[in-house]
């Protein structure tokens, strides 16, 4: 089976508990951590390693989620490790979020500036963006200081680039293309 629809219907099915139980808030929060430790080099080496045990896999993995993981959150992390499907954690992790995102009308805004936003500029961006479609908003911030200057501005999947760095880029592009290449 293809890998990406085992961790589908492994997030599917626990979205659909969670909503039964009505715990849908404490499992996304949870999966958000999940996804965040999952991302780390060094917690995808244990994940991955077949030299640790399964069980030693499951522990530290459950250790690293938390004290205040849900029961649901660490049974469906035991249910994955013992189908031997920890592999699958990260992406249905993702998967789970992406569920609750669309279940709850919550909109990812994502900005990349070079310095950091003040918080009036964000409520700001947060207002334009909530006029245009109705839904929550979950705003996080990047700083990446080679885009020089503007922002980078994604909204769940549309994405304007406004940076200094994609300008120059363009220029560059465009005099190149007029035979003005540099020397």
């Not at 060094?42 to 994940?47: D, F, N, P, R, Y």
């Not at 080679?146 to 880029?169: E, H, M, P, Q, T």
């Amino acid at each position: 089976m293809n890998s990406a629809r085992i961790a589908v219907r492994y997030a599917k099915a626990l979205f659909d508990l969670a909503l039964e139980k009505n715990v849908v808030d404490g499992v996304y929060g949870d999966m958000k951590t999940i996804s965040r430790l999952c991302a780390m080099d060094e917690v995808k080496k244990v994940i991955s390693n077949p030299v640790i045990p399964l069980q030693k896999r499951k522990e530290a993995v459950i250790a690293l989620t938390g004290t205040d993981a849900g029961k649901l959150t660490i049974d469906f992390i035991s249910l994955l490790f013992s189908q031997g499907r920890g592999d699958y954690l990260a992406a249905a992790a993702r998967n789970f979020i992406d569920l609750t995102r669309r279940h709850r009308g919550i909109r990812q805004v994502t900005v990349t500036t070079a310095v950091p936003v003040d918080d009036a500029t964000k409520k700001e961006m947060a207002a334009l963006i909530a006029d245009k479609k109705a839904g929550t908003i979950e705003f996080s911030e990047q700083i990446d200081e080679s885009i020089i200057g503007g922002f980078i501005l994604r909204v769940d999947d549309s994405y304007i680039d406004a940076s200094v760095k994609n300008r120059l880029n363009k220029f560059r592009k465009e005099f190149s293309l007029a035979g003005y290449a540099e020397k």
